[in-house]
């Protein structure tokens, strides 16, 4: 599966973004879809995933109530929807898919494939 995340740029403090995952050469169908981001100097953090056959997600808890991860079977992708950004949300955002166990969905080694990642900058 390839990866292609999108819509990341530069937002001022309590604007919003909607990133885009979109996947090529299978669907998402049986995987877990997540994302995940990388601040400077800092590591990589679980921000939101989706086990796509349930359509359950998961949140951190730093996102949560501001971020909505959803998705669009006909077009095969996913989305971040950002809301409420803070500075501390800037950072490279990346989507992920996977089969992670039930107790891995926020660990990124429990995800296989990866995109290339979109940077999100929130500042004014």
């Known amino acids: 599966v390839q990866l292609q995340a999108s819509g990341g740029g530069l937002v001022q403090p309590g604007g919003s973004l909607r990133l885009s995952c979109a996947a090529s050469?299978?669907?998402?169908?049986?995987?877990?879809v997540g994302w995940f981001r990388q601040a400077p100097g800092k590591e990589r953090e679980f921000v939101a995933t989706m086990r796509w056959s349930m359509g359950t997600t998961y949140y951190a808890d730093s996102v949560k109530g501001r971020f909505t991860i959803s998705r669009d079977n006909a077009k095969n992708k996913v989305y971040l929807q950002m809301n409420s950004l803070k500075p501390e949300d800037t950072a490279v955002y990346y989507c992920?898919?996977?089969?992670?166990?039930?107790?891995?969905?926020?660990?990124?080694?429990?995800?296989?494939?990866w995109g290339q990642g979109t940077l999100v900058t929130v500042s004014s």
């Open positions: 992920a898919a996977g089969n992670p166990i039930l107790s891995s969905l926020t660990e990124g080694r429990s995800y296989k494939f």
């Open positions: 050469g299978r669907t998402f169908s049986g995987y877990a």
